[in-house]
């Protein structure tokens, strides 16, 4: 038995996937392969709010957290945060938040996006990460200049959603499912993902997952290892959960078949994979994972949005972060694509 290994350029676009196929169909005995990291891709995190009407039973900022410290960043601590970025040469951002739809809250993001657009010269590009909207939202924040959008459906399993979801109109399985086909209606490039490890959720259930995201026709997945939070009713289920290291293990897993399953789809080495292991961002990358993201969010509301147990924080400057970053990437074969909006190559213009 042979073993192939492709990363890095090798794997970074679908001309150079379809060239590796060549060669392993030329193999003339049994072989593996082994895919790392395609071209590495970076977005800056900006959390720009931790309040949120949602009530989703295994979240630390869930509307009925009481221990909760609610933020909401001002204007300037975005959009300095933006330009901090821009000024650093990463292609784009991601604006993340509890989820919210009041009219002053869609109003001020799309006077956000509006300024960053405008102070950037139309140069940054922005992804959202702000949940379930409206139709005529989702299109003016389109509009506004935001070009891609991260809407996790967390489970494709309708059963086990509503286990970790609360029973109400505002929770609803088939409204999630809803909004990601109108993200993809509006000209978004439209991510999204799934936890992994949950309680109740079986092996078939991930295989699911997957063939959700490809049936979907998703253009980027955020998944990873599912985070306990002592504040949410789900934590009573804690101690049937699988290993911290199984959880990361099924994650590394997921990343990899979801690599051969969708090519050409930008996939998260997500945070949550470093709350388990300091290494986890790049065993992600090495799993098959091409986008990574720094937090930017000002240091002293990073701590408040606290999805979960132990999430990493760190103090150090932008500039510092991303030369620390841009070193642990090319170890693990692959570079940062400064400058570079990081379009998944999935994505299909209208």
Not at 24 to 48: F, H, R, Y
Not at 143 to 163: F, Q
Not at 312 to 339: K, N
């Amino acid at each position: 038995m042979k073993v192939l290994k492709f990363g890095g350029t090798s794997v970074g676009s679908v001309e150079s996937i379809l060239s590796v196929k060549k060669i392993v169909e030329a193999v003339k005995e049994p072989v593996v392969v082994v895919v790392s990291a395609l071209g590495g891709i970076t977005d800056k995190l900006i959390e720009i709010s931790n309040t949120c009407e949602k009530d989703c039973l295994y979240c630390g900022i869930r509307k009925s957290n009481s221990s909760a410290q609610r933020y909401l960043l001002s204007d300037k601590d975005v959009i300095d945060a933006a330009l901090e970025a821009y000024e650093q040469k990463l292609g784009s951002i991601v604006l993340q938040g509890g989820e919210r739809s009041d009219p002053k809250y869609v109003l001020w993001i799309e006077h956000l996006l509006k300024e960053i657009k405008k102070q950037t010269n139309e140069r940054l590009g922005i992804t959202l990460s702000l949940g379930e909207q409206s139709e005529d939202t989702y299109k003016r924040w389109f509009d506004s200049g935001a070009h891609r959008y991260l809407l996790r459906i967390e489970t494709s399993n309708e059963s086990l959603y509503k286990k970790i979801h609360p029973d109400t109109p505002l929770h609803s399985f088939y409204q999630r499912v809803k909004c990601i086909e109108l993200l993809k209606a509006c000209g978004y490039q439209t991510g999204s993902g799934v936890m992994i490890g949950l309680p109740f959720q079986t092996v078939s259930d991930l295989a699911d997952d997957l063939l959700f995201l490809q049936k979907m026709d998703i253009d980027m997945v955020g998944m990873g290892p599912y985070l306990e939070h002592p504040d949410t009713p789900l934590y009573a289920h804690h101690k049937q959960l699988l290993s911290l290291q199984e959880r990361l293990r099924l994650s590394l897993h997921m990343i990899s078949t979801l690599r051969i399953l969708i090519p050409d789809v930008n996939i998260a080495a997500t945070t949550a994979l470093q709350t388990i292991d300091p290494l986890g961002r790049e065993k992600g990358l090495m799993a098959g994972a091409n986008v990574i993201m720094p937090n930017i969010t000002p240091a002293q509301d990073r701590k408040k949005y606290n999805l979960y147990q132990n999430k990493p924080f760190s103090e150090e400057s932008t500039e510092d972060a991303i030369q620390r970053l841009a070193q642990s990437v090319e170890r693990c074969g692959c570079s940062i694509a400064f400058g570079q909006w990081g379009d998944p190559q999935h994505f299909r213009r209208p």
